[in-house]
């Protein structure tokens, strides 16, 4: 009986083992627990800061440029103003703007923070050194490790891509 009472309870023990990493890693964490991750792309593009500023705050020409941008509504026609919004995949509201040189811009999803996107712009000789910083928080465990595995790397890849297009369609390499 004792060899047949010791293996329940090692099962019951692993079980719950299990359980409490399974409520770990799905339980939100806490506001003071900072596991942040932030994509940075930069390209160099051959127009004034001044035009890429107006175009890259336009939100009508985010998706000819963004690969996760299908469709935007709203105040699509003109730079973003702060205050302003638009609806794309998620709630979009301007939260700094410094013409032609920065624009911030924070998301939401369900009433819920989900990161800010950064354009930092600086003149160079031959145009404009333009930087698209792209900042998230984990809310959980479960999503930190899935960032960590997966995400990043494809959040890196996609920024990437849309600062690529951004630098084509801006130097008419390609069709606006």
């Given at each position: 009986m004792k060899t047949a009472s010791?293996?329940?309870t090692r099962y019951v023990t692993a079980i719950l083992a299990v359980l409490v990493v399974i409520a770990l890693l799905v339980v939100p964490l806490p506001q003071t627990v900072r596991l942040d991750t932030r994509i940075v792309t930069v390209a160099s593009?051959?127009?004034p800061p001044a035009a890429v500023f107006d175009y890259v705050t336009t939100p009508g020409h985010w998706p000819v440029w963004h690969p996760s941008s299908l469709a935007v509504t709203g105040a699509v026609d003109h730079?973003?103003?702060i205050g302003e919004q638009v609806v794309e995949d998620f709630?979009?509201?301007g939260t700094a703007r410094e013409p032609p040189w920065k624009w911030t811009i924070a998301g939401s999803i369900a009433h819920r923070p989900a990161g800010s996107v950064t354009y930092s712009l600086a003149p160079t000789a031959t145009g404009t050194r333009f930087e698209r910083v792209f900042a998230y928080r984990?809310?959980?465990l479960w999503f930190a490790l899935?960032?960590?595995l997966v995400l990043r790397a494809r959040i890196q890849a996609e920024s990437d891509e849309a600062v690529s297009r951004l630098k084509s369609v801006l130097e008419g390499t390609q069709q606006h």
């Open positions: 010791r293996k329940l593009i051959q127009r730079p973003l103003q709630l979009v509201a984990a809310p959980s899935v960032n960590w």
